[in-house]
């Protein structure tokens, strides 16, 4: 409680609470998390457990109907899952890949941004010209290439595996915006007083990147992950959408979209309705949260 007090009285802490569409989109996206992370409480069935499908329950309109002794809030699937547990547990495999896929993303464009800019030279220009490749091709093609190759060359890996190709292939592209990113921010700071006063003293410098650079690189940095989620969860959706992303058997926010999709003209709307009104909550909720927090770290915008 202390460090909520705290972060409350501080600059951001007030900037947050003088904006209402920041909290308001804090919101959500907390009452999204909350759901997510606690799908088995949360959640009125399991969509996993197969025993506990009625396919007599397919495509049962939301709320007003029943099947059997059971009540449907947002109606049933194709399969008869019930669409409100399907969207929950949805939204939390739509989080995990799209958190996972930006830490990874984090950890290897931090790290070629404080080294291209911090050591320059050919090591500069070499990952450079990297990046300026990785942004010659579209996202989402690499993604589809890379889901493909991975599920061409391990057809039979299961989950485990359709979900790591997902994340990489994700990531692959992800980490371009960190390294430019936090390479413009090292090429500044590496010429101030305090990083030439640690060269004099005899730092390493490995330490000087890791101890100085790197704390006063990291503000746009958590900006642009913050945004970034936001990014991998709509390339997650896209994939599964595409049907080289979550397994068919994982209702993923995409498959549970591209699902509905082929009973959108029959008149079962609500197949693909509300897991759209979910990845559009979740993906704008985090942006809101992006763009507040990119002003409050910029005194200029205060």
């Given amino acids: 409680m202390g460090r909520v007090a705290r972060f409350l009285d501080s600059d951001i802490g007030h900037s947050f609470r003088s904006s209402p569409v920041a909290m308001a989109a804090a919101f959500i996206a907390f009452v999204c998390v909350f759901a997510s992370l606690f799908a088995g409480w949360v959640a009125p069935h399991n969509p996993f457990d197969l025993t506990t499908l009625e396919l007599s329950d397919a495509r049962l309109p939301p709320s007003w109907s029943e099947g059997g002794s059971r009540k449907y809030l947002l109606g049933t699937d194709d399969q008869g899952r019930d669409i409100l547990s399907a969207v929950i547990y949805g939204a939390r495999i739509s989080l995990v890949v799209g958190v996972v896929s930006v830490i990874l993303s984090v950890l290897v464009g931090v790290s070629l941004g404080l080294l291209a800019g911090f050591r320059g030279g050919w090591i500069d220009a070499a990952l450079m010209r990297l990046c300026d490749v990785m942004l010659s091709f579209p996202a989402i093609l690499v993604a589809l290439l890379i889901a493909g190759v991975g599920r061409a060359l391990f057809p039979n890996g299961g989950d485990g595996l359709a979900f790591g190709v997902l994340i990489f292939s994700i990531s692959l592209t992800g980490w371009v915006q960190y390294a430019r990113t ?38 746009p940095v958590l900006v642009l992950a913050t945004i970034q989620v936001a990014t991998a969860i709509i390339t997650e959706a896209t994939l599964s959408f595409l049907g080289v992303g979550a ?56």
């Fill in 247 to 302: 397994p068919p058997t994982s209702p993923s926010l995409g498959t549970l979209i591209r699902i509905g999709n082929d009973y959108l003209f029959s008149g079962e709307w609500w197949i693909t309705v509300f897991p759209g009104v979910m990845l559009v909550l979740i993906a704008l909720s985090v942006n809101l949260l992006g763009d507040w927090l990119r002003d409050a770290l910029n005194p200029r915008l205060r």
């Fill in 182 to 219: 936090v390479r413009g921010s090292t090429l500044v700071e590496r010429n101030k007083e305090y990083v030439q006063a640690a060269r004099v003293t005899g730092v390493s410098s490995l330490r000087i990147m890791r101890g100085h650079v790197l704390p006063n690189v990291m503000g």
